[in-house]
């Protein structure tokens, strides 16, 4: 990779991370309906699996997603608008925080069900190994998740059709106040892929460069036709489950110990030993700042959709779905 | 004479057809493809469109629709089939959470051209988990189309319908009538969603009645006519969307309403039928309506009690001299 | 005068007390140990009875139902929690092919007494897969009771009614009232399922609404009763058994009936509250019955969208006043 | 063992054998409604497991449950009247093939759901884990069961409670008319058990002897409280999937082989080579004939139940149950 290429990592990643604040901050102030999962400490497993990608490829995301749709090139104004409910939004301000998409980049959506994309991302696939185009999709899931019935479904059906997906678990240590210990027993995620036949790999998912090196290596596999990988990245959230959850479950320590391996601290010092100048940095960061201010302001300006946008896109505008809505 | 074919035939026809006519349709489903599904719908289909249009799948219905409607996302033209509607309960999430709410949660971003063709309904002793009428699950479920057709005629036309939808349809055959005939053109038709079809006019009573119980009305209406009776029976091959008009319409000209389903009376399709025509016919209604259905219960394997729980001809005849007064 | 509690206190209390009394009874579910459950209500008890009682589980609604299901089967008084209503549909065939029907597939063989608590309904912009009010799929579902509780008072009393109870309930609570408080007697009380409340007298119209939609009736019906109309709001409390005759009984002395409730109109509990009113009360109807529901879309995100699709106040005052002429 | 016990081991195979005969004969004829699905061919599996059971233990069984339930001793003549429909049958009549249930005997019940049964298991064995009685679940599912998401969250949960359950894996080699090769990439079922970390054990399940020692260690080690055991007995159904089905899609041979280790042979060449003459298994398989035919005359003979019967055991008779049949 190029330095100009590692830097946008970064860049991305810093994305993230101010996003997540800001929004965080603007929930915490009032302006933001609903409820919010923050990803911030999460930033180089949705960066470092999201460069991997070709552009046409897709991610399948989740409830905790907000990260992943960035890294894939979301609009950051249009998806902070989402997030504040406007009619701006990606979305129209009909789906939130949890129903990000946007299938122009890829995205085929967030999912507020635990486990609910997983068998999703299987169809994408199909449809592209269908279509002959190489391209892959990575379908974002917890740990929780991996003991929903549906990841067992979907791995199973995914590896008998060699269908291009990585299967990324997203391993932050724990199923809302669930610690992985007390929600399964295997040591690792990654130790399921066994159950399939496919190919399973940890990694350190705070090392954005590792994430992404597995990825490519995922991504070539299934492009080659040779079927879905399970990919699991340890990372873990600096907030609560939401956004005003306390963690009073985490142990002592545990939260200090990840925070000095916070995933942009430990790539910003691998840039500088690259020789990236800190003030260019810092300048990167103050311009990811005003980016990430701007989209607020651009969400905050924004209007709240009108009344009868609400009976639009039930259903798609055929005979049949103009008449269903009754 | 037309021609005359089974339910069975025409649901293969429509599928042949459409699979010929698009390349973005393909089936997917438990054993469809070799074995020719459990009740033998899919027939032929493996031999002729090969294994990557006519997809088998392990036992796993919460994959199967997922599969399908990832891939209708991005333009594919799937059709599901669950080997029988009970089965939906292991895949209600994928169907209820995900393909009927996909595209509103993404404000009209995504369009999900998914068909999910499944049978429902009683008669075999298949008892309490193969024997079921869920249509009222996916009416209350805003974003699904609900087709249940009777006839072989209106199984064909309808399906094909429901294939080149844009919207996620769920279809709903009825095992019964897999055998039952009736006359279907050779040609080419399509019959849009949403229009009831009225399968015996008549002045004095409203019958709306689903699938095999359009049969079973129709019977009813026959023996009642010997007695001076005449009864409308209304059709409405589509639960979502519903063609009220049909319906308000006959009442309007009856002043009196059946509604007959082979679901449980409680909370089922019925009751939405008698809650619109009180509402928007209530000057029209000379009677109270009555709902001809399944007891609340489960499906009994006995045939005598299965019998016994579900509607007969003889229990619609009893509800139409009911409200004749 | 009577201390007051908020409905989250009052299925904690019960839940507590009925703990105590009962060794046979647990609780299992999603973080409703040491986190207390998302929605507080569990907070506390795992400290008082230990994670043998208050059994955290991963997050498989399936295995949690089978689990709750299975112990009950031989004897146990199991407490399932399903975080939100809306996660059913990953575990419907476990709540509705398995635990609705075991009993009646055994001949009588088996006995559950199994509760199901779970949150429902909109008003926290939490979007179409956590806002859902999905009593509908339960009531057609034969073998469930279903229970939908408005007050605190009625909470507690109906959560001890369904954890003694022995046959499976699904309890559904509703989010936006956790904090609502009402007169709540310190004594231990039990009110019985299948008896509906009447929540407000009156002489005019007869509002049939449940859960939330019971202060937004009894709201309604202030404001009515300053242009003299007296609505007589009468909450069924529970939905399976249905205490038709209060409904009746309130719809022979009004002649008009408005039905309210957060799921959508389309096949939901309402239809059913029509139809065996027109059936049933016929001849006492004096204009037609309206319902007053959410529309038939998923429940937006914005919060404006989401209080335009949900029944207000001011429909209500509105239904009213049209079934008044 | 004594020899007497494996005399009973073999009879019991004797008589689920002649039963499914016998049941599909009277299928054949008309005289049965609904459908069938025969476990001629995989009598060890049920005789070898329900055998190392206690009196008080569990089976969970399937939709191909008869030969589970004898073998844990349901009562042939109540059994037979109720896949004949009959009044007389175990279940009144209302259950049927598929819904086999008789607690007092310890059948929790057969399940018409592919993979509907196994969170059920779980239940009954976490209240015997209460109850600190040292009972056992036994619980029954196919090949095919085994890509349901219930089958991974319920393994999962059972590991982590280290709940008392035997999941006994009864790999006929098919999932209706597709092959396990088709459905699954693993060679075993039983390598699952590695993504829940538990034991699993893969035994010859037409050999009687092999699955009853396997299960004696899984049933010990869950009476010790050290969990769940994954017990995959490989066998072969001789019918299609149901009664009737011409079975098409087997490979050339394979049935035929697979009859030459028919269980019942090659147990009944066990005991003769034990000593046990042949005429007394013989006899004793004419007796079994008897017995068998008896109940089938029994379930003739009976009577349908009554109509306002179907009316009953919806709820329990409480109170709140009586009304809510309305
Ligand atoms: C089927 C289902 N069950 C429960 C929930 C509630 N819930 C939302 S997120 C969450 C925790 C998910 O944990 P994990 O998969 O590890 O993802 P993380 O939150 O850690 O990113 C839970 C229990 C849900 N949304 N869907
Ligand atoms: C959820 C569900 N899906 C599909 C079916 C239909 N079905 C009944 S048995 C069966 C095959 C089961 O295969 P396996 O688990 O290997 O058991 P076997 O029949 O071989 O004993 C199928 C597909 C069902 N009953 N339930
Ligand atoms: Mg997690
Ligand atoms: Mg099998």
């Given at each position: 990779m190029t330095k100009e290429e590692l830097v946008l990592l970064h860049k991305t990643m810093l994305q993230i991370r101010h996003f997540e604040h800001e929004v965080a901050k603007a929930f915490l102030a009032g302006r933001i309906p609903g409820f919010l999962h923050s990803s911030v400490g999460q930033e180089a497993v949705a960066v470092g699996v999201c460069s991997a990608l070709r552009e046409d490829d897709y991610v399948v995301s989740t409830h905790r997603g907000h990260g992943h749709v960035l890294a894939k090139g979301a609009d950051l104004k249009a998806m902070m608008a989402e997030i504040y409910g406007k009619v701006t939004g990606c979305c129209k301000g009909k789906g939130g925080s949890m129903h990000i998409a946007d299938f122009d980049r890829g995205i085929v959506g967030a999912n507020?069900?635990?486990?609910?994309?997983i068998p999703i991302a299987n169809g994408v696939a199909l449809a592209a190994k269908k279509r002959k185009n190489g391209q892959v999709v990575a379908c974002f899931f917890g740990d929780g998740a991996s003991n929903q019935g549906t990841f067992h479904e979907a791995l199973n059906l995914a590896s008998i059709w060699d269908l291009p997906v990585v299967f990324v678990a997203e391993n932050n240590m724990y199923g809302m106040g669930t610690s992985q210990r007390r929600h399964q027993k295997v040591e690792n995620i990654a130790d399921r892929a066994a159950a399939y036949k496919i190919p399973g790999a940890v990694v350190d998912g705070n090392d954005v460069l590792a994430v992404r090196e597995a990825t490519l290596a995922a991504c070539d596999r299934a492009r080659r036709g040779e079927g879905p990988t399970l990919l699991e990245c340890k990372t873990y959230r600096h907030?609560?489950?939401?956004?005003?959850?306390?963690?009073?479950?985490?142990?002592?320590g545990e939260l200090e110990a990840w925070m000095e391996r916070d995933p942009l601290i430990l790539f910003r010092r691998y840039l500088e030993k690259q020789g990236v100048p800190a003030a260019a940095l810092d300048e990167l960061e103050a311009q990811v700042i005003e980016e990430v201010r701007e989209a607020v302001d651009f969400a905050h300006r924004s209007d709240e959709p009108a009344?009868?946008?609400?009976?639009?896109?039930?259903?798609?505008?055929t005979e049949a779905g103009r008449r269903a809505i009754w | 004479m037309m021609r005359e074919i089974t339910c069975r035939e025409a649901v293969r026809e429509a599928l042949r057809e459409e699979l010929q006519r698009d390349e973005d349709v393909f089936l997917i489903g438990e054993d469809i493809g070799f074995y020719g599904g459990t009740n033998k719908v899919t027939e032929g289909l493996w031999q002729e469109f090969g294994p990557e249009r006519i997809m088998d799948t392990p036992i796993s219905e919460a994959a199967i629709i997922g599969a399908a409607l990832g891939a209708a996302a991005v333009g594919m033209r799937p059709v599901a089939e669950i080997?029988?509607?009970?089965?939906?309960?292991?895949?209600m999430d994928q169907i209820a959470n995900q393909a009927a709410k996909l595209r509103y949660m993404t404000g009209g971003k995504v369009t999900l051209p998914l068909t999910i063709r499944t049978p429902g309904g009683a008669g075999?002793?298949?008892?309490a988990q193969h024997s079921q009428s869920l249509e009222a699950w996916l009416i209350h479920t805003p974003g699904l189309l609900v087709v249940m057709p009777s006839t072989p005629y209106d199984t064909k036309g309808l399906l094909k319908a429901a294939i080149r939808e844009d919207n996620p349809v769920v279809f709903i055959e009825n095992k019964m009538l897999y055998n039952t005939k009736g006359p279907v053109p050779e040609g080419e038709y399509v019959i849009p969603l949403g229009k009831a079809d009225i399968k015996r006019e008549g002045r004095d009573v409203t019958v709306v009645a689903t699938s095999r119980m359009v049969y079973f009305a129709l019977e009813a209406a026959a023996q009642l006519a010997a007695e001076g009776i005449e009864c409308e029976i209304v059709d409405?091959?589509?639960?979502?969307?519903?063609?009220k008009e049909a319906i308000l319409e006959s009442v309007a000209k009856t002043g009196r309403l059946v509604v007959v389903h082979e679901a449980p009376e409680r909370g089922g399709f019925g009751a939405e039928v008698a809650a619109i025509v009180v509402n928007e016919a209530f000057d029209y209604l000379d009677a109270p309506i009555q709902r001809v259905c399944s007891k609340n219960t489960p499906m009994p394997f006995s045939p005598r009690l299965e019998r016994f729980i579900t509607p007969q001809v003889e229990d619609i005849i009893a509800a139409v001299r009911t409200v004749m007064g």
């Open positions: 507020g069900i635990v486990g609910g994309g907030y609560g489950h939401f956004v005003g959850d306390p963690g009073l479950y985490r142990e002592p009344e009868e946008t609400a009976l639009e896109d039930v259903y798609a505008p | 080997m029988f509607v009970d089965f939906i309960g292991v895949c075999r002793s298949a008892a409405p091959r589509t639960l979502v969307p519903l063609d």
